[in-house]
């Protein structure tokens, strides 16, 4: 089996596996916490017992491998020298997502649909809104970052890495991060606001990276 080989199915590993946890991360956001509101409290108990778990189960699997898989990727593209600003920008919002998913939304879920007894569920739900949102802002910039990489013309594979571009876009990166664990939902409460929130975010860190 040769590298060419290895590196197109760990290509397709990863998109098989982001696809899978992306699209559940829109479900979660975009679907279920609008049915969350308007079922009924029978209809809402029964979806929390049931359908809650299961789609919480291939979420966090599919972050996981998502990442795994991603992790193998960086290191070839590290290996060939391919490695750029939208990677490294992608790479970083990928693994923070990742560990969203694992050190705050999962652990908050448990506690918030009962599965784990204990805890403030009113709190751990808000806990693990504001990181699902904030997963959901980081979405479509790290995703441009991810295609942008190989893709993008004078800025993908070849293009120099580091700058004052870089720096900047991690920085803005890291204090939404910030206010993923200690801040505010803010513009992110309803779906259209996370939606523009994200298309807005990627737009300023293409500036930036191109820019700066």
């Not at 920008?89 to 879920?109: D, E, F, K, R, S």
């Amino acid at each position: 089996m040769t590298m060419e080989f290895l590196n197109l199915l760990t290509r397709w590993g990863h998109l098989l596996f982001g696809i899978t946890w992306i699209g559940m991360l829109y479900y979660f956001n975009f679907v279920q916490g609008g049915y969350f509101k308007q079922a009924s409290a029978e209809g809402l108990a029964d979806a929390k017992q049931k359908l809650a778990p299961s789609a919480l189960w291939w979420f966090r699997w599919g972050a996981m491998w998502t990442f795994v898989t991603g992790v193998i990727l960086l290191g070839m593209v590290h290996g060939y020298g391919q490695l750029n600003n939208y990677i490294i920008v992608g790479a970083t919002m990928g693994t923070l997502m990742a560990a969203n998913v694992w050190m705050v939304i999962w652990p908050a879920q448990k506690i918030a649909l009962g599965i784990e007894e204990g805890g403030d569920k009113a709190a751990a739900g808000a806990k693990a809104l504001l990181a699902s949102r904030t997963n959901t802002l980081f979405s479509a910039p790290m995703l441009f970052g991810m295609f942008a990489g190989p893709h993008y013309p004078g800025y993908g594979y070849g293009s120099a890495v580091g700058g004052t571009g870089l720096i900047v876009a991690l920085a803005i990166v890291a204090a939404l991060e910030i206010n993923a664990l200690k801040g505010k939902q803010g513009p992110m409460t309803t779906v259209n606001g996370v939606i523009g929130s994200s298309l807005v975010l990627t737009a300023v860190l293409i500036a930036v990276i191109n820019m700066l």
